[in-house]
């Protein structure tokens, strides 16, 4: 429970808390040979690096490690100190790497710590849920993964990179959207660099500094969006939901009122996606609220927050221990009240299935 500047209180559940590996050195204990053996990208480093470095002041623990690698350290951070009552894990990793057989051999790795370091046991478990990682590029595998994990009760949504060589609409990870429909699981789409084999980060290149590939990167979730749309993925799956971890809902609203625009005139060219765009939002299409999205703190932020229907699929997530990490007393004061209260929790309870009153009350 958290107090908000005006004074009132509300739960709050922080959809987007990213795990590591303590280093590399750690991470390779836990492959399989031959695996093992393999050299793969830094886990303590990316191409774009953000001034002052990857990660917020002073999450650097006490107890030694990675930031963000120790349980019980992260669960203070989160619980006591930062008021928050649910916290979804998302493991990072650094992207898709060119041997589809080394990368899902990492993420299995990942979910495996997830599971046995961070879900099952602890101080904090009961307050953790997780994200299962997987390979798009490796879909036999990624659905072993779902079959080892996906049943378990605090797994809550299926991972996957951002990069892609291929928008997520296609056919060919049609069998994957097919299995997490079927599992009752969310696909979140964050951000991961550092693999080098991923595209630029713009249609027409790489830029040249962080701040720019920070200002143009979070488009590539709203090409991926409209392409699933026009492919016509929701209404093969109309179970599937998919999860923009990084932001870009403010740039949302143009986009899809671009497309809508140009989908009903030319409806004879999708017959499989009949409905405007923009209606395939609701239920479908949800995004963690980035530290650099929206307006500000203006008077008409609830105006925009409106647009689109963006209140009922904006979820609060800090990042931590990212350096975008962000703080729920940020938000724009004039918010209606129940804005506000999906944005905080109401509507991350409703996508992951989480129990607030029950979770406040066990927490005390």
């Known amino acids: ?79 006591e100190e930062r008021g928050v009552d649910v916290a979804v894990l998302h493991a990072m990793t650094r992207g898709t790497l060119p041997d589809r057989n080394l990368n899902t051999a990492i993420l299995n790795a990942h979910n495996r710590m997830l599971v046995e370091r961070w879900l099952d046991s602890g101080s904090y478990a009961d307050r953790y849920r997780g994200t299962l990682r997987v390979n798009p590029e490796d879909i036999d595998g990624a659905l072993r993964e779902i079959e080892r994990f996906g049943s378990h009760p605090k797994i809550v949504q299926i991972g996957i990179p951002l990069q892609s060589r291929e928008l997520y609409g296609k056919p060919q990870f049609w069998p994957l959207w097919e299995a997490a429909a079927a599992a009752n699981l969310p696909v979140a789409t964050h951000i991961e660099t550092g693999s080098g084999n991923a595209f630029p980060p713009t249609p027409n290149g790489h830029t040249r500094t962080y701040e720019q590939y920070l200002g143009f990167m979070a488009l590539n979730y709203l090409y991926h969006q409209m392409n699933m749309i026009a492919e016509g993925v929701f209404e093969r799956f109309p179970d599937l939901k998919f999860v923009w971890a990084d932001g870009a809902a403010d740039m949302m609203t143009p986009m899809m009122w671009r ?106």
């Open 1 to 79: 429970m958290i107090t908000l500047p005006d004074g009132s209180t509300s739960p709050l559940i922080d959809a987007s808390v990213h795990i590591y590996f303590q280093g590399n050195r750690e991470l390779r204990d836990w492959l399989p040979a031959p695996h093992n053996a393999r050299g793969f990208p830094d886990v303590e480093m990316e191409w774009y690096g953000a001034p002052g470095g990857e990660f917020a002041p002073g999450t650097i623990l006490s107890e030694g490690g990675y930031p963000g690698s120790e349980p019980e350290a992260v669960g203070r951070v989160l619980f």
């Open 259 to 364: 497309m809508d625009m140009f989908g009903r005139p030319h409806l004879e060219q999708t017959p499989w996606a009949p409905k405007m765009p923009s209606d395939y939002l609701p239920g479908h299409i949800y995004f963690v609220q980035g530290l650099l999205d929206g307006p500000g703190d203006v008077e008409f932020a609830d105006q925009w927050l409106g647009f689109t229907g963006k209140e009922d699929a904006v979820m609060f997530g800090s990042s931590y221990p990212d350096w975008q990490l962000d703080d729920p007393a940020r938000l724009p004061s004039a918010l209606h009240p129940d804005q506000r209260e999906k944005l905080l929790w109401r509507n991350a309870a409703g996508l992951y299935g989480i129990d607030i009153p029950a979770a406040v009350a066990t927490a005390r």
